[in-house]
């Protein structure tokens, strides 16, 4: 995991474009600003934490916190894992733009928000609704894009629309190859991985139906 800072702005670029070194968790691409320091704390206050007792509880130095809260410091992305497993909420938390109670969503074309991992981009097509249910996703995988070495598993079902290119997922050891209009939905538990065997980028549906609300499976598929 690189150490890299993530921006203070709205628009986080690539790191290799910062200036900074590259190969990092992901960035959060948004037409709208974001404060990461305010969102700290909101969430710690809703918890009813002192920064004394996130401190406590993170392992970070009290000074660091009050830096970030008072966004006189941007955190890496490490720092921001250790807060978000800390205060039991996805790390995507700290870069929301409002309450996260909306009952509807309506979403045009290229307006939608993007998260951008190191080899690909995500489409949130439920952006602002409650962190529970069903969580929408349109991935894009560049080219030898996987999820890693390790298999993941997590809470609920999980379900695959291949758009376009060529998708393997393997659940329980078993390969399944995805063409456009193939679909998987299988039982999340079940140890699996997935990599775009297509030499270009290749697009899939994503529906993670986590059971659990304090799970985070968008982090286990990204975070390799």
């Known amino acids: ?23 990092g968790l992901f960035s959060f691409i948004s037409n709208d600003e974001i404060s990461v320091g305010q969102r700290l704390h909101e969430i710690r206050v809703l918890r009813g934490l002192s920064m004394r007792s996130l401190a406590e509880m993170s392992g970070l130095n009290i000074n660091t916190l009050s830096l970030i809260e008072n966004e006189r410091t941007s955190p890496s992305v490490s720092t921001l894992q250790q807060l978000a497993q800390s205060l039991q909420v996805p790390i995507a938390d700290f870069f929301a733009t409002d309450d996260g109670n909306k009952e509807l969503i309506h979403q045009k074309h290229g307006q939608r ?5 190191e080899h690909s981009t995500i489409e949130d097509l439920a952006m602002g609704m409650p962190h529970f ?32 290119g060529h998708i393997a997922y393997t659940v329980n050891n078993q390969e399944y190859a995805l063409d456009p209009g193939d679909s998987l939905v299988f039982e999340a538990y079940l140890p699996h991985h997935w990599k775009n065997s297509d030499p270009a980028p290749s697009r899939i549906l994503l529906m993670l139906c986590p059971m659990d609300v304090r799970d985070s499976p968008t982090e286990r598929h990204f975070s390799k």
């Open 133 to 164: 249910g069903a969580e929408p996703l349109i991935v894009t995988l560049n080219p030898g894009a996987d999820s890693g070495k390790n298999p993941i598993v997590h809470t609920g079902r999980e379900f695959v629309y291949c758009i376009e």
């Open 1 to 23: 995991m690189s150490d890299e800072t993530l921006s203070r702005k709205n628009i986080l670029l690539p790191k290799k474009d910062k200036g900074l070194r590259g190969g």
């Open 113 to 117: 928000p993007r998260v951008a991992f």
